[in-house]
């Protein structure tokens, strides 16, 4: 019973592509949010949202930028992806402070 | 600024005795603290919980305790087992702000 599914595991980009991460929840949460994993640095938050077409700047916005058109999907971009943003990528959907996670996914930019 | 600090970045255990992962906060308005769970390629998932008005919570072979005056929690597994080598991340909610923090993480290695 998957609840928090992100489109792909794997994925391989080059350096200057747009990048689109989805992700889809079926727990009609309000609030959505985007973290990536990076080794000794855990999870750091990059955006989130509490409701439909609403958009919040975690702590490392920078280079990426987010959409929330449906309250089920909340997606992550990267406008001109670069190698320093290689790295494991998880979305999570929360009622309160119970967060669901996706399985990630593991962008790699060369 | 690390509001929730993890500093062991990894933790070898046997098999059978226990392991206690530590994690520091610096932020004394977080209501909740969490411990999840992490296996390579896979989403972190939820192990157990503590409100900030608790001491102790226990749940099976897992305990959380909470030391406010000393702004620090700890997760005890007893006994170990290998199933439960994996990254533990500490965790902290504040209502106010609606959203996790999250400390670095400790691998933990269960050795047969």
């Known amino acids: 019973d998957v609840k928090v599914t992100q489109s792909s595991r794997y994925l391989v980009k080059r350096t200057g592509e747009k990048v689109f991460l989805e992700c889809v929840q079926d727990?009609?949460?309000?609030?959505m949010f985007w973290y990536r994993q990076d080794p000794g640095l855990g999870l750091r938050l990059i955006y989130f949202?509490?409701?439909?077409?609403?958009?919040e700047k975690g702590d490392i916005p920078e280079g990426y930028s987010v959409s929330r058109e449906k309250k089920e999907r909340f997606s992550l971009i990267l406008e001109s992806a670069s190698t320093n943003q290689t790295s494991m990528y998880l979305c999570?959907?929360?009622?309160?402070?119970?967060?669901?996670f996706g399985s990630g996914t593991r962008l790699t930019v060369v | 600024d690390q509001q929730v600090k993890q500093n062991s970045p990894s933790l070898s255990v046997q098999e059978g005795r226990i392991s206690i992962l530590n994690c520091d906060y610096t932020?004394?308005?977080?209501?909740?603290f969490l411990w999840y769970k992490k296996y390579p390629a896979e989403g972190p998932t939820f192990l157990i919980s503590?409100?900030?008005?608790?001491d102790k919570n226990e749940d099976g072979r897992f305990t959380v305790f909470l030391n406010k005056s000393a702004k620090h929690l700890s997760l005890h597994i007893v006994p170990s087992q290998p199933g439960d080598s994996a990254v533990y991340f500490c965790?902290?909610?504040?209502?106010?702000?609606?959203?996790?923090?999250f400390g670095q993480g400790t691998r933990l290695t269960i050795n047969p």
């Open positions: 999570a959907s929360s009622l309160g402070y119970g967060y669901t």
């Open positions: 727990m009609d949460h309000e609030n």
């Open positions: 949202s509490y409701d439909v077409k609403m958009k």
């Open positions: 932020n004394s308005m977080f209501d909740y």
């Open positions: 503590i409100s900030s008005i608790k």
């Open positions: 965790a902290a909610f504040s209502q106010g702000a609606q959203k996790l923090v």
